[in-house]
């Protein structure tokens, strides 16, 4: 079974200063890998995702991330962050290549921008 | 809009009430999938559905049931509501093809139990 963990439920970063959202996975075959973020009181938009290919991905909203498989992560960084950017941020993982094609999601990570 | 679509958005039950949560999607997906979420839980899967006429439990199905009616369709039923399925739902939908592998989710509803 694969599993998300993502470490720090609550970031907090000041305007223009890098983020950084870790994220590390578990899984038995090689994984499908997504970050969704959440703004309040809304559903789920997807940032990015690594399927096959390149490891370092890039999103939208200036987002990427890159997947090591040596160290079975997929952290999510952004140079300089914008107070739009907080909002609540979501790791997952779906197995494309068994039967079972179900997104398992980390427990978040709540983005805190300070002016 | 092209999408899945989540009814009702509220609904405030009390307990052993029962009701249905509605998906529908227009992108010709197979599979279709129902979560929860609940603070600092992330989403859980509860069920989800490969292709039209299958159906499997994911890692909370307790006191729900589904129904896949067509391709389209993908309903959750509560049937005797309980306080700690206060939760906000969300369904999606997702293609088998590995190009544009992705997922895509309705807007969510935010079901109270009282």
């Known amino acids: 079974a694969q599993s998300v963990t993502q470490l720090g439920s609550h970031v907090s970063v000041s305007e223009g200063a890098l983020v950084l959202l870790r994220c590390n996975y578990s899984?038995?075959?090689?994984?499908?890998l997504f970050w969704y973020v959440q703004y309040p009181n809304q559903g789920l938009q997807l940032l990015l995702k690594y399927t096959t290919g390149a490891t370092l991905v890039k999103g939208i909203n200036g987002f990427e991330a890159e997947f090591k498989k040596s160290e079975t992560s997929f952290h999510l960084t952004k140079p300089s962050a914008h107070m739009s950017d907080a909002a609540e941020y979501f790791c997952a993982v779906s197995l494309m290549d068994t039967g079972r094609r179900a997104l398992t999601f980390g427990s978040g990570t709540r983005l805190q921008v300070q002016p | 809009n092209a999408g899945v679509t989540q009814t009702p958005k509220f609904q405030v039950l009390k307990t052993g009430q029962s009701m249905t949560l509605q998906c529908a999607q227009d992108?010709?997906?197979?599979?279709m999938y129902w979560y929860r979420q609940d603070p600092g839980m992330g989403l859980r899967l509860i069920y989800y559905?490969?292709?039209?006429?299958?159906?499997d439990k994911g890692e909370v199905p307790n006191g729900y049931n589904v129904s896949r009616l067509n391709k389209r369709e993908f309903s959750l039923r509560l049937e005797s509501a309980a306080p700690s399925q206060t939760s906000v739902y969300f369904c999606?939908?997702?293609?088998?093809?590995?190009?544009?592998?992705?997922?895509?989710f309705g807007s969510g509803t935010r079901l109270t139990v009282v």
């Open positions: 899984s038995s075959v090689p994984p499908y």
């Open positions: 992108m010709n997906h197979n599979s």
């Open positions: 559905s490969a292709s039209e006429g299958t159906t």
């Open positions: 999606a939908s997702s293609d088998r093809d590995r190009r544009n592998y992705g997922y895509t």
